[in-house]
């Protein structure tokens, strides 16, 4: 099973900064990854596959890169909205999920 | 845009069988456009991938559950399912249905919002 580790755990940034987020798999995946949102009381939303690929109606705020075992999600500057937590997604063996990066204020 | 709505029994009782069911709409589960999958996530944690099925009928299950779980559809109602055996109170969970585009990468497109389901005796 590939694992998926996300770091750090909780990031306590403000409105306006620009934050990237980690995913580290255990082996490479290639580009078989991706990027989800997860508000409170909602399911997780994609943002980004391919490792790269903004989903439909994502705003250009929100970028992923990396390819084989190291990935980041940057988001070029938090609005209030973005508060969340950050999930990434590997799928190039079967489908599992890293524990989750929570963006406060 | 296709839409997706779970529906379960809420509570379970250990050692039970969970069923679970997924209505389609703005979509067809016999198109050959999408895998249905499932996929969990208990209190406070990440998701955990279950399975997911085609409509030619293939299945493919998350191999450490895999001996537990059975996916289904039904074409007419334009629904999918799942049944999780042996359910224990380590299976409380809110459940997803989702999509996952065929010929690409097993992200996850489209998600329902969740059915909670709790197991206790």
């Known amino acids: 099973e590939k694992v998926m580790t996300q770091s750090p755990a909780t990031l306590s940034v403000s409105p306006g900064e620009r934050v990237t987020l980690s995913c580290m798999a255990s082996e490479s995946i290639g580009t078989n990854l991706a990027w989800y949102q997860q508000k409170p009381g909602q399911a997780p939303r994609l943002l980004i596959y391919d490792a790269s690929t903004r989903a439909t109606d994502i705003p250009v705020r929100f970028s992923g890169s990396g390819s084989g075992t190291e990935f980041t999600l940057t988001i070029s500057s938090l609005q209030a909205e973005d508060f969340a937590v950050y999930y990434c997604?590997?799928?190039?063996?079967?489908?599992?999920f890293g524990q989750g990066t929570r963006l406060d204020i | 845009q296709v839409q997706l709505q779970e529906s379960g029994p809420g509570l379970v009782k250990p050692s039970q069988t969970l069923s679970l069911t997924c209505t389609v709409s703005g979509g067809s589960v016999s198109s050959g456009d999408y895998y249905w999958a499932w996929i969990r996530q208990p209190p406070g944690r990440s998701p955990e991938w279950l399975s997911y099925?085609?409509?030619?009928?293939?299945?493919?299950?998350n191999p450490s559950l895999k001996s537990r779980l059975s996916a289904s559809m039904d074409k007419p109602k334009n629904q999918f399912s799942l049944s999780l055996t042996s359910v224990t109170e380590l299976d409380t969970a809110l459940y997803y249905c989702?999509?996952?585009?065929f010929g690409r990468g097993r992200y996850l497109q489209n998600w329902g919002q969740g059915t909670l389901v709790s197991v206790s005796s």
């Open positions: 997604q590997q799928y190039a063996n079967w489908i599992t």
């Open positions: 099925i085609f409509s030619a009928g293939s299945t493919y299950y």
């Open positions: 989702a999509t996952i585009q």
